[in-house]
């Protein structure tokens, strides 16, 4: 009985296309600086600090692969000057969509809490994704934000 329920396990495995592989992709160039006045995420200098800041995380991700890598996040740790970490218990910082093959420039939004203290480092940056999709696709007629418009033109 055994047997056959591992015959079949094993036939199954076979029959179905491929799982979905976590794919690994590199990072480099980041630069992290506030979000430019005209983005919609940028909040007005008050004296005292409230609510978030809007920073701007910007690199670029390298795909070894021959095909492209669909659903893939950004996984990295913000630091304060003091070497604390700025987004407590969060290394996902945003979604990069999907990744061709080679090098794509990227641009990510993070709201950081007001007040924390500069310079902003980050470290331990990777990314990861699927080589199927996992989740409902945007539409092509779906509206981009500011910093999304920038890096296609």
């Known amino acids: 009985m ?17 799982p979905l592989w976590a794919a690994e ?3 480099s160039d980041l630069q992290l600086a506030p979000c430019p006045e005209g983005d919609a995420g940028a909040q007005p200098d008050l004296k005292r600090p409230v609510g ?5 995380l ?6 070894p692969g021959k095909r492209a890598v669909v659903d893939a996040d950004l996984f990295a740790q913000i630091f304060d000057r003091g070497g604390e970490p700025a987004l407590q218990n969060r290394t996902r910082v945003g979604s990069l969509g999907d990744v061709p093959p080679g090098d794509s420039d990227f641009a990510l939004r993070l709201s950081i809490p007001a007040g ?8 331990k940056a990777r ?18 934000l500011p910093l999304e418009l920038e890096l296609q033109g």
């Open 2 to 18: 055994k047997r056959a329920f591992l015959m079949a396990l094993v036939v199954l495995a076979l029959w179905f296309p491929q």
């Open 127 to 144: 990314a990861r994704g699927f080589t199927a999709p996992v989740r409902t696709r945007a539409g092509s007629d779906d509206e981009l």
């Open 116 to 123: 924390t203290p500069e310079p902003l480092s980050v470290s």
């Open 58 to 63: 910007r690199g670029v991700v390298h795909n």
């Open 52 to 56: 978030a800041s809007c920073y701007a």
């Open 25 to 27: 992709l590199s990072v």
